[in-house]
């Protein structure tokens, strides 16, 4: 069994995780974290998942100092024998303890390693959790000798422990979103990992051909490229296709990555798509950015203007889909200063248009929103499959 750590939206990170383990295998701890049911789980295709790691305590109940002892004692004995130096970090979750009291459970075995003969180094805790940035500067994870411990306590009393199998890689991350040749802040810029997420709540099968309608500068496209897709992207506007085509050309050139690419213009709401489309993801048209809250007659001229957009796209797009063909969407929802959000009408009566909404297990339409504290247009997520 694994565990998931949760990204700053956890509702997003759940959902992604049952599409892509199924439903019934994922269990939400808290809002910090859940576990899957599976053999095998790798972080890095995964945009809701910060850490990964493999359960090796699962206690029913019990309290701080109680899973302290058992960590002690079971990696006391683990490593005992250890030939080399062992570099531990230990995050906990969850509990209200503060940085040094988590820290202790390392300083604890490393005297008592020592004793033993075995050198074992302490990654400092400046947070009762490592950041990401910490575990994957450590490599943490990543090698045998290299551990990073996490320790959950569940809403319900349950505590975890789970070995990482590794975080988030920052770095890459950075460099596909910031490394691109072309970028366009008017059109947005939809965050790697999101786009990951959108691509796994789709959840195509392996090989098979996505289409973006609304590529833009192709974030979409490229990181489907990357989990070994076959893309195709089309856009209102000429430019968009060809900072596609070059965003493209870029990926394949430096991450060494096949890229089997179509793309040309077209507008969503006419365009005859050539097929096969096995699945669809697409940031939509989000309407103009805003730095304050529009004032109802704007926002309702604009929500009223990306309605129309959307709901021509999915009924021109039904038409060309197989029944079952799943379709990931980000729309916008806006977002008012009590933080409640406006929402496009059309979303209400999507059966109608020809889409069943997906059902989770653990998590409802309201929870698949994503934004940050300071943005007025949310993205908000549908989860679709052509009927
Ligand atoms: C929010 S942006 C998508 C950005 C994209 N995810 C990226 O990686 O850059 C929406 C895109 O929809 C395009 N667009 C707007 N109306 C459209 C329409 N009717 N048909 C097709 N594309 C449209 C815009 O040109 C823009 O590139």
Redesign the pocket.
């Known amino acids: 069994m694994y565990v998931s750590i949760l990204g700053r939206q956890p509702a997003l990170g759940i959902a992604e995780l049952e599409r892509v383990f199924g439903g019934g295998n994922v269990t939400p701890l808290s809002s910090l974290a859940a576990t899957i049911d599976t053999p095998l789980l790798d972080i890095r295709n995964l945009g809701g998942t910060l850490k990964a790691g493999k359960v090796v305590i699962d206690l029913p109940s019990g309290d701080w100092s109680k899973v302290n002892q058992k960590v002690i004692q079971y990696y006391a004995d683990q490593w005992a024998s250890y030939e080399g130096k062992i570099t531990l970090g230990v995050s906990s979750y969850g509990f209200d303890v503060s940085s040094r009291e988590v820290q202790k459970i390392g300083i604890t075995l490393k005297q008592k390693l020592k004793k033993t003969g075995v050198s074992l180094r302490v990654v400092p805790n400046s947070e009762p959790a490592l950041s990401t940035a910490t575990s994957h500067h450590n490599k943490l994870g990543l090698s045998a000798n290299k551990v990073e411990l996490l320790i959950i306590l569940a809403r319900n009393g349950r505590i975890v422990v789970a070995e990482s199998t590794g975080g988030q890689n920052i770095s890459a991350y950075a460099k596909r979103d910031q490394e691109r040749p072309k970028r366009?802040a008017f059109?947005?810029?939809?965050p790697p990992k999101l786009?990951q997420i959108m691509i796994n709540l789709a959840h195509p099968d392996a090989g098979a051909r996505i289409l973006?309608?609304?590529?833009?500068?192709?974030?979409?496209?490229?990181e489907a490229s990357l989990m070994g897709y076959r893309v195709y992207g089309?856009?209102?506007?000429d430019k968009?296709i060809s900072?596609?085509r070059d965003n493209l050309e870029w990926l394949s050139r430096t991450h060494r990555v096949d890229v089997r690419s179509d793309l040309h213009s077209?507008?969503?709401?006419t365009?005859k798509w050539q097929s096969p489309i096995d699945a669809v993801v697409?940031?939509?048209?989000?309407g103009q950015p805003f730095s304050a809250p529009p004032s109802m007659p704007k926002l309702e001229e604009v929500r009223k203007n990306c309605n129309h957009?959307i709901t021509?796209?999915l009924k021109n797009l039904s038409s060309q889909i197989t029944s079952g063909t799943p379709v990931c969407i980000?729309v916008p929802a806006w977002r008012s200063v009590d933080g409640s959000f406006t929402h496009l009408p059309f979303i209400t009566t999507i059966t109608q248009l020809g889409y069943k909404p997906h059902e989770f297990h653990n998590v409802s339409q309201n929870d698949l929103l994503y934004y940050r504290e300071d943005q007025i247009v949310a993205r908000e997520l549908l989860v679709l499959v052509r009927q």
């Open positions: 366009d059109v947005g810029m939809l786009a973006d309608p609304f590529c833009g500068t192709g974030v979409i496209l490229q089309t856009d209102l506007v968009m900072f596609s077209g507008d969503a709401m365009t697409a940031e939509t048209y989000l957009i021509e796209f980000a």
